[in-house]
């Protein structure tokens, strides 16, 4: 099990908030995602097994070719580009415009230790699926005990 860093925490919680209120203070709130739940993209699942970290990305319109994933330590980055509108109609008059695009990068912090070289990474449907296998020194260990 991977120990809980209250300052790593603190850190993430701190960083989450600088983005949500990113742009405000110029008269309006420059960034509509920030009123539908924070505007962070791709949404991401994290759950592990006994042996296995597993990571959901929902990115609908990027092209998983295009999908840049990087792990350092226990950190996993997604960076990619999900094209947003439609290109060459600068005329057009936007009636709605929800569906966002431009260049994104998401880090997850992984709760422990995994094995650099067994990760599997695959895209159906718009869902990134990613899977880790933990290291040896992040899955519990059962000690014998002697009985004197």
């Given at each position: ?62 092209d998983p070719e295009?999908?840049?994933?990087t792990i350092m ?71 014998a005990l002697s009985?004197?």
């Amino acid at each position: 099990m991977a120990s809980w860093d209250m300052f790593r925490e603190l850190d993430t919680l701190r960083r989450e908030i600088d983005a949500a209120f990113r742009g405000v203070g110029n008269g309006r709130i420059s960034h509509p995602a920030f009123l539908s739940g924070g505007g962070r993209f791709p949404q991401v699942n994290l759950r592990e097994d006994e042996n296995h970290l597993f990571v959901e990305a929902f990115i609908p319109g990027v092209d998983p070719e295009e999908l840049e994933l990087t792990i350092m330590g226990n950190t996993l980055t997604l960076a990619g580009e999900r094209q947003g509108g439609h290109p060459g109609d600068s005329d057009a008059v936007w009636h709605r415009n929800e569906r966002g695009g431009g260049r994104f990068q998401r880090s997850i912090e992984l709760p422990g230790e995994i094995d650099n070289g067994a990760i599997v990474a695959g895209c159906r449907n718009g869902v990134l699926t990613v899977t880790m296998n933990k290291a040896e020194s992040a899955k519990p260990k059962k000690i014998a005990l002697s009985v004197s």
